[in-house]
């Protein structure tokens, strides 16, 4: 059974500053990972998506890196800014396609 | 291109009835899942179709049914709700089982 785990569960950053947030899962058999940020009370935003013959995306600031391996994914933000604050969620998509999720970093970016 | 739209955004019912929750895919999307989300916590798969068939189903208890439609929409229905079942719920869609998903905004439900 697939289980994600994300760290830290939340995270509060000056404006400017670059983070990383680590996603970690169980079974390193998964298809595609993919970083969706939520933002509260609403729906899931795709962020980057990493399907399985790739290792990383980019997306302006956002870098995603997956090792299958090792079973870790990093979402890096850099420069952060108070528009990035929100809940980011990494999933794992195994042989039977369902979305295995984490609890989520929650990030607050302040002035 | 639309994107996935969930109605209603917002709904509450009482424990013991019956809710129907509708999704319309992303235009071209053949594969939608559904998710529960409770507060503070990761969504959970609660069962997908691709292809107006179930091909795969979460630990849900059988109250929890869909449907998937020939143009692709998607309900899930839950009986004898339960004050538990209050959540967010998510519907997802995608092109193919491997390829990435695209979410609705949710509808909220609350059971009283």
């Known amino acids: 059974k697939q289980e994600v785990t994300q760290i830290p569960a939340a995270l509060s950053v000056p404006e400017g500053e670059n983070l990383v947030l680590n996603c970690s899962f169980t079974d390193s058999a998964i298809y595609n990972l993919q970083w969706f940020r939520q933002d509260p009370g609403k729906g899931l935003t795709s962020l980057l998506l990493i399907q399985s013959s790739q290792r990383e995306q980019t997306s302006g600031r956002l870098n995603a890196s997956l090792d299958k391996s090792s079973g870790r994914s990093t979402l890096y933000i850099a420069a952060s800014q108070p528009g990035d604050s929100a809940t980011y969620l990494c999933s794992g998509t195994g042989t039977a396609s369902k979305l295995t999720f984490g609890t989520g970093t929650r990030l607050q970016v302040t002035l | 291109e639309t994107g996935v739209t969930q109605s209603p955004t917002h709904l509450i019912k009482t424990r013991g009835q019956q809710v129907t929750l509708r999704c319309s895919s992303q235009?071209?999307?053949?594969?939608v899942s559904w998710y529960q989300q409770a507060l503070g916590q990761g969504p959970q798969f609660i069962f997908q179709y691709y292809r107006e068939e179930e091909n795969g189903r979460g630990n849900f208890p059988p109250r929890f049914s869909g449907l998937q439609f020939p143009n692709y929409s998607s309900e899930l229905n839950v009986n004898a709700l339960e004050l538990d079942d209050s959540a967010l719920y998510l519907c997802a869609s995608s092109l193919g089982t491997t390829d990435g998903y695209t979410f609705g905004s949710g509808t909220r439900l609350t059971v009283v």
């Open positions: 235009s071209g999307h053949n594969t």
